[in-house]
C-alpha cells in the first residue's frame, strides 16, 4: 500500500482519546513526559532536547522554540511565566480550536514542561472567549490534572510546583501578537510594543514570559516522550516535524491535515483535499491567512515550508489553507482580506492605521471599475511603505495579500484597471448579464423572477436584459432552464 | 481516585488502564462519536442518541459510546468511529438520524457496510 500523506503528531489524540477523561490521556502515556522530565531530567536538558528536535513555533513566526526557552530560563528573576496563545484568529483556521477540544492535557503537560525548563511556577492560557466548548474542556483537563497531583505544589514529590489560569481575549484579532497579548492579559488595550525587550526577558508584568502557540505546546510532549532525534528525523533541512493545515474554501475535503513539513502543495491539494469540486481549475491558495499571501498552480512543485513560503512571498501562519478556484478573483479576495485587516489595525501606528485604509480603498476602486494604472503602482509603493515601517508582525504583513496576489496576478489587476472587466466574473460593477438571443426560447420565467423588473420581452420572443437597470444579482441565471443567461 | 505521587505511580496506572481498555475493545462494540465545536454543530449528539436509542431497540448489550474531539473530517461531519471486536476500527461519516440507525441495525448488529465509510488517510504517531 502506498504510504499515507498525513502524519499525525500534534493532533494524535484527537478523536481517539474522549478529551473530558484525565484517565483515558494518561492510558496514551500522557504526563509521562513531564513526569520523567521533572524525576530524571533537568531543565537544562529540556531545553537542549527542544533546541535539537528543531521545533518552531507554530503559530507563525516560526522562532527555533528551544532557543527561545532559553532565553527565558537564563533570565533570572523572583517569577516568571508560560503563556499559552490560544488566541486563533486567522479567517479558516481552527486547528487550535480542535486541539482545545480534543486533547486539552496535552496542552496543560506541555505548560507544566515548559514551566519547568524555565522555571515558572505560573502559566496562563490567553484564550478566545468565543470557544466556550474549548474553554470548558481546558477548565475540566486543569482540574482533575489538580486533582490527580499532576498540577499544584509539589509535583509527583519532586518539589516542582506549577499551576494554570485561564484568561479569556475578547476577539481582536491583533491579540495574537504576543506583545499585544500580554499587554490585553494586564488588563491593558491590546497593543503591540516595540520588541526589544522580547517577552523571554520582560513580559507579562515585566517578568520573563514565554508564549507559545497550542499547536507548538501539542508537538512538546511527543518530542520528549520519543526524542529529539526521532523529531528532527521528519520535515525538511530548517523546519521540522509536521505542520497541521485548515483546509477551507473550494476544496472537496474541507477538514483539518497534519502533513510533514516539505510535502508538496499539490500533494496538499489534489492527492490529500481532493481539488475544487464540481471538476472546476485550481487558481490559487491562501496561506498564513490575512498575513500571508496566495500560492498559484505555478507553486505546485514547491515544498512547503516555513523558509519556501517567505520565499514565495507567503508565510506560514498559523496555517490556514483558503483555496480558490477559478471563480474567484484575486482582486476581491485581497480586498476581503484588506476588510479584515483594516477592521482588525489597533490604530497605535499611522502606517497600519491609515495604510490599511488607504489600501482598501484603492482595491475598492479598482473592483468598481475606477480604478488607474497610477493606483496599481500606489498599491505597490504603499505595500511596500507600510512593511518597512509598522510597528509590529499584524502591521509589517498586513500588506501582503495585497502584494503577492498583484504580482501573481498582474494580468487580472490589469483586465480590472485597462478593460474594465473582471475576468473571474465576480466584481459586480465590471459585470454584464446578457441574454444569449440563439439560445433563448421565451419561456418568460427570466423575466418573471428578476426583482427589478428589467427584463423585457414577449412569449416565444427573445428576451433582453436593461442593462442600466440590472443590479446583476443572478437570479435570471439560476432560473433559465436553458443556459441562455450569462455573466461576461 | 488517590493523587499519583510518583513517576513509578503514573507508569502503574497508564498500564493498568492500559489493559483495561484492551480487555474492553475485545469485548465490547467501542463508538465513539466526534463531538468538538464542529461536530456538535452539524448534528453529532443527535446521531449519538439516535444510535443509543437504536442500540436499546435491538437489544445489544455490549456497546460502550465514548465521545471524543475532532476527527479531522469536515467534509463528512456527523463522523462516528466504530470498532467491533477483533475488526480494525472504520468511520463513517455524513450521518443523519436514519443513518445512525441504520449504522446500529446493520454493521453494529450483523457487521454489514452500510452508509459512508471514510478510508483513513494518516499515519498517526502513537506513544
Same mark, same amino acid.
Request: net charge positive; charged share 25%; aromatic share 6%.
Given at each position: 500500500m502506498e504510504p499515507k500523506k498525513q502524519l499525525r503528531i500534534a493532533t494524535r489524540n484527537c478523536g481517539f482519546i474522549d478529551p473530558e477523561n484525565i484517565e483515558d490521556y494518561i492510558g496514551v502515556r500522557g504526563y509521562e513526559a513531564l513526569a520523567s522530565a521533572i524525576t530524571n531530567g533537568t531543565p537544562a536538558g529540556v531545553i537542549e532536547q527542544m533546541k535539537k528536535s528543531g521545533l518552531r513555533g507554530r503559530g507563525g513566526g516560526g522562532f527555533p522554540t528551544g532557543v527561545k526557552w532559553a532565553f527565558a530560563a537564563a533570565n533570572q528573576a523572583d517569577q516568571k511565566y508560560v503563556v499559552c496563545n490560544a488566541d486563533e484568529g486567522d479567517p479558516g483556521a481552527f486547528m487550535d480550536r480542535a486541539l482545545l477540544e480534543g486533547d486539552p492535557h496535552s496542552i496543560v503537560e506541555a505548560m507544566a514542561i515548559c514551566g519547568y525548563a524555565i522555571g515558572a511556577s505560573i502559566g496562563v492560557v490567553y484564550i478566545r472567549a468565543e470557544y466556550p466548548l474549548a474553554i470548558k474542556r481546558l477548565i475540566k483537563s486543569i482540574e482533575d490534572a489538580r486533582d490527580y497531583g499532576l498540577l499544584g505544589r509539589n509535583i509527583l514529590g519532586t518539589g516542582f510546583n506549577f499551576d494554570i489560569e485561564l484568561k479569556y481575549g475578547a476577539g481582536a484579532f491583533v491579540c495574537g501578537e504576543e506583545t499585544a497579548l500580554i499587554r490585553s492579559m494586564e488588563g491593558s488595550r491590546g497593543e503591540p510594543y516595540t520588541k526589544p525587550p522580547f517577552p523571554a526577558s520582560a513580559g507579562y508584568w515585566g517578568k520573563p514570559t514565554i508564549v507559545n502557540n497550542v499547536e507548538t505546546l501539542a508537538n512538546i510532549p511527543p518530542i520528549l516522550v520519543k526524542g529529539a532525534d526521532w523529531f528532527s528525523s521528519i520535515g525538511t533541512e530548517n523546519s521540522k516535524g509536521t505542520k497541521v493545515f485548515a483546509l477551507a474554501g473550494k476544496i472537496t475535503n474541507v477538514g483539518l491535515i497534519e502533513v510533514p513539513m516539505g510535502i508538496t502543495l499539490g500533494e496538499i491539494i489534489f492527492e490529500i483535499g481532493g481539488g475544487c469540486p464540481n471538476g472546476k481549475q485550481f487558481k490559487a491558495v491562501q496561506t498564513g491567512g490575512p498575513s500571508g499571501g496566495a500560492l498559484t498552480s505555478r507553486d505546485i512543485d514547491v515544498p512547503i515550508d516555513y523558509d519556501n513560503l517567505i520565499a514565495r512571498g507567503s508565510m506560514m501562519g498559523s496555517g490556514g489553507m483558503i483555496v480558490m478556484d477559478e471563480d474567484n478573483c484575486m482582486v476581491d479576495v485581497a480586498k476581503f482580506f484588506l476588510d479584515f485587516t483594516m477592521d482588525e489595525t489597533c490604530g497605535k501606528c499611522t502606517p497600519c492605521r491609515i495604510g490599511s485604509k488607504r489600501l482598501h480603498e484603492i482595491l475598492c476602486r479598482i473592483t468598481q471599475g475606477e480604478g488607474t494604472l497610477e493606483d496599481m503602482e500606489n498599491l505597490q509603493c504603499l505595500g511596500a511603505t507600510i512593511k518597512d515601517t509598522a510597528l509590529?508582525?499584524?502591521?509589517?504583513?498586513?500588506?501582503?495579500?495585497?502584494?503577492?496576489?498583484?504580482?501573481?496576478?498582474?494580468?487580472?489587476?490589469?483586465?480590472?484597471?485597462?478593460?474594465?472587466?473582471?475576468?473571474?466574473?465576480?466584481?459586480?460593477?465590471?459585470?454584464?448579464?446578457?441574454?444569449l438571443a440563439e439560445s433563448c426560447v421565451g419561456c418568460t420565467l427570466c423575466s418573471r423572477v428578476c426583482p427589478v423588473n428589467c427584463i423585457s420581452g414577449t412569449v416565444k420572443g427573445v428576451h433582453v436584459i436593461d442593462q442600466a437597470a440590472c443590479i446583476k444579482c443572478g437570479a435570471c441565471i439560476d432560473a433559465c432552464k436553458f443556459q441562455a443567461i450569462v455573466k461576461r | 481516585m488517590?493523587?499519583?505521587?510518583?513517576?513509578?505511580?503514573?507508569?502503574?496506572?497508564?498500564?493498568?488502564?492500559?489493559?483495561?481498555?484492551?480487555?474492553?475493545?475485545?469485548?465490547?462494540?467501542?463508538?465513539?462519536?466526534?463531538?468538538?465545536?464542529?461536530?456538535?454543530?452539524?448534528?453529532?449528539?443527535? !446521531?449519538?442518541?439516535?444510535? &443509543?436509542?437504536?442500540?436499546?431497540?435491538?437489544?445489544?448489550?455490549? #456497546?460502550?459510546?465514548? =465521545? +471524543?474531539?475532532?476527527?479531522?473530517?469536515?467534509?463528512?461531519?456527523?463522523?462516528?468511529e466504530v470498532s467491533l471486536p477483533g475488526r480494525?476500527?472504520?468511520?463513517?461519516?455524513?450521518?443523519?438520524?436514519?443513518?445512525?440507525?441504520?449504522? !446500529?441495525?446493520?454493521?453494529? &448488529?450483523?457487521?454489514?457496510?452500510?452508509?459512508?465509510?471514510?478510508? #483513513?488517510?494518516?499515519? =498517526? +504517531?502513537?506513544?
Open positions: 509590529c508582525g499584524f502591521g509589517q504583513t498586513m500588506p501582503n495579500p495585497v502584494l503577492s496576489t498583484i504580482r501573481t496576478f498582474m494580468d487580472e489587476y490589469r483586465a480590472h484597471v485597462v478593460d474594465k472587466k473582471c475576468p473571474a466574473g465576480v466584481c459586480v460593477s465590471l459585470l454584464e448579464i446578457v441574454i | 488517590a493523587k499519583i505521587t510518583s513517576i513509578a505511580d503514573l507508569k502503574k496506572f497508564q498500564q493498568e488502564y492500559r489493559s483495561l481498555k484492551e480487555a474492553r475493545s475485545r469485548e465490547k462494540i467501542i463508538v465513539s462519536v466526534s463531538l468538538a465545536t464542529c461536530g456538535i454543530a452539524s448534528g453529532g449528539n443527535m !446521531v449519538m442518541e439516535a444510535m &443509543k436509542d437504536e442500540v436499546a431497540r435491538q437489544g445489544i448489550d455490549n #456497546v460502550e459510546f465514548i =465521545r +471524543v474531539g475532532c476527527m479531522t473530517y469536515c467534509h463528512s461531519e456527523p463522523t462516528v480494525e476500527p472504520l468511520v463513517f461519516g455524513k450521518l443523519d438520524e436514519n443513518g445512525a440507525r441504520q449504522l !446500529v441495525q446493520k454493521y453494529l &448488529k450483523k457487521g454489514e457496510l452500510t452508509g459512508t465509510v471514510i478510508p #483513513v488517510n494518516y499515519t =498517526r +504517531v502513537e506513544l
